[in-house]
């Protein structure tokens, strides 16, 4: 199906809920009701690609967007939780336009994230580099495949692993950078393959993104 179908009710309602939970983790930080908390907004882009649709390399470019709270665990060493709305899936090109050669999906991710903290600066008393890693819980929620694909086949949960490496230019501006690889098949069945095997379908995606901590 090209026309691309919701799997909310309605779409917008979805998207104030996302906002509103931004917010929430900004006024949350903001107004001082933690101490220990740490809250943060996140933007930048997505490079997707499937396993087992033939539509080869990071050619599907997609938005991330959201907030995150960190909890210090160590001095160095912190819990993160995430909510994030994510573009996902594969494409021909880079530019492709034609949705018979995409499958683009939209999700609701929530990343549950442990990050290693180094190379403190002394001054300005933040640490310049980390590294992270953890678990994804994502659900879709709108999805444009290919006719060929029957798109009720598509599992609306998924679960991911994440790894990263971040970098902070200033105390409140940083850069990331991730790979998210799905653990579960994408659809309910195996595709078959011309030779007789099943043919899986699982999402794997380049992160990039700016971050801003309060």
């Not at 001054?123 to 310049?128: M, N, R, T």
Request: hydrophobic share 40%.
């Amino acid at each position: 199906m090209i026309s691309g179908r919701l799997l909310f009710k309605n779409d917008f309602i979805f998207k104030k809920y996302v906002i509103f939970c931004i917010l929430l983790l900004t006024i949350y930080h903001q107004h001082g009701i933690s101490q220990s908390f740490k809250a943060s907004v996140v933007a930048g882009a997505n490079m997707a690609q499937i396993d087992g649709d033939f539509l080869y390399g990071f050619k599907k470019t997609g938005l991330t967007a959201g907030g995150r709270i960190s909890y210090p665990v160590t001095k160095n060493m912190f819990l993160n939780l995430e909510l994030l709305y994510s573009e996902r899936g594969s494409s021909v090109s880079y530019f492709e336009k034609n949705d018979s050669n995409k499958y683009s999906l939209r999700y609701l991710e929530i990343p549950l994230i442990f990050s290693i903290h180094d190379w403190f600066h002394e001054e300005k008393k933040y640490y310049i580099v980390r590294a992270e890693a953890g678990f994804s819980y994502g659900a879709l929620f709108q999805l444009k495949v290919p006719p060929v694909v029957d798109e009720n086949q598509f599992k609306k949960n998924d679960i991911s692993y994440i790894l990263g490496l971040g970098f902070q230019f200033t105390k409140n501006i940083g850069l990331s950078l991730r790979y998210t690889r799905s653990i579960n098949d994408m659809l309910d069945y195996n595709l078959p393959e011309p030779d007789g095997r099943n043919l899986r379908f699982r999402g794997y995606f380049i992160t990039g993104r700016l971050e801003y901590s309060f």
